[in-house]
């Protein structure tokens, strides 16, 4: 099993940026591909990015293509979120998880392990 730990979130006024931690332990981490999911206030848990275990394909939800960017660091267990030209409608908490295998699946119940999440608050 492995364990997350997320970092990085804070307040930041529209079109700002940050950049989403998330460190692991346990398990074999260059065996899972790895997402960011996010919700809102009353709104479902969403896919937001994800990156293969070796980082070499990635997907985003539509609404964050060309602003974020998730990477990872396999020597240091972590994988990471730029957000960029971030809006309030990106405010939520941002939750990283570990998938059940190598490949990018867009759905969260293929994640099995999940960090306690950070909270990104963007200002308009």
């Known amino acids: 099993q492995v364990q997350l730990v997320e970092s990085g979130g804070g307040l930041v006024q529209t079109g700002g940026s940050l950049r989403l931690s998330c460190a692991a332990s346990g398990g074999t981490f260059s065996n899972y591909a790895m997402g960011w999911f996010r919700q809102a206030p009353g709104k479902e848990r969403e896919f937001v990015a994800a990156v293969s275990s070796s980082g070499g394909s990635t997907s985003y939800v539509d609404s964050v293509k060309g602003r974020f960017t998730i990477s990872r660091d396999n020597a240091k267990k972590t994988v990471y979120l730029q957000m960029n030209s971030l809006k309030p409608e990106d405010t939520a908490v941002y939750y990283c998880?570990?998938?059940?295998?190598?490949?990018?699946?867009?759905?969260?119940?293929?994640?099995?392990?999940w960090g306690q999440g950070t909270q990104v608050t963007v200002s308009s």
């Open positions: 998880a570990a998938g059940r295998g190598a490949h990018i699946v867009r759905v969260l119940g293929y994640f099995g392990s």
